[in-house]
């Protein structure tokens, strides 16, 4: 499985970015696909996760903000980022769990200046 993450970049705070997040396996619409983030010097955080059902899960400081989806037909996930703030900067890394197994992208750099 690879996961190929896009979208990232500088944006002035109460800005929006879409990142997008193509996976290569079989069966897309099988699995839950999520986001994590990961701020210098702090420890990997979860920010959204959406099943294959659709039910989706968001971290407690991007609720209201964020926004997760997923397009089977193109195996992609997208994450809508709307009023980012400063302290959303940090690198996305796309994730998906297969049974004992953890998948990983290479990260996407998002910055906001305030």
């Known amino acids: 499985v690879q996961l190929v993450e896009s979208g990232g970049g500088l944006v002035q705070a109460g800005g929006s970015l879409r990142l997008s997040c193509a996976a290569s396996?079989?069966?897309?619409?099988?699995?839950?696909i999520g986001w994590f983030r990961q701020a210098p010097g702090k420890e990997r955080e979860g920010v959204a996760t959406?099943?294959?059902?659709?039910?989706?899960n968001y971290g407690d400081s991007v609720k209201g903000r964020f926004t997760i989806s997923r397009d089977n037909a193109k195996n992609t996930v997208y994450l809508q980022m709307n009023n980012l703030k400063p302290e959303d900067t940090a690198v996305y890394y796309c994730?998906?769990?297969?049974?004992?197994?953890?998948?990983w992208g290479q990260g996407t750099q998002v910055t906001v200046s305030s």
């Open positions: 994730y998906m769990p297969l049974g004992v197994n953890e998948y």
């Open positions: 959406i099943t294959s059902g659709g039910s989706t």
């Open positions: 396996t079989f069966n897309f619409d099988d699995y839950t």
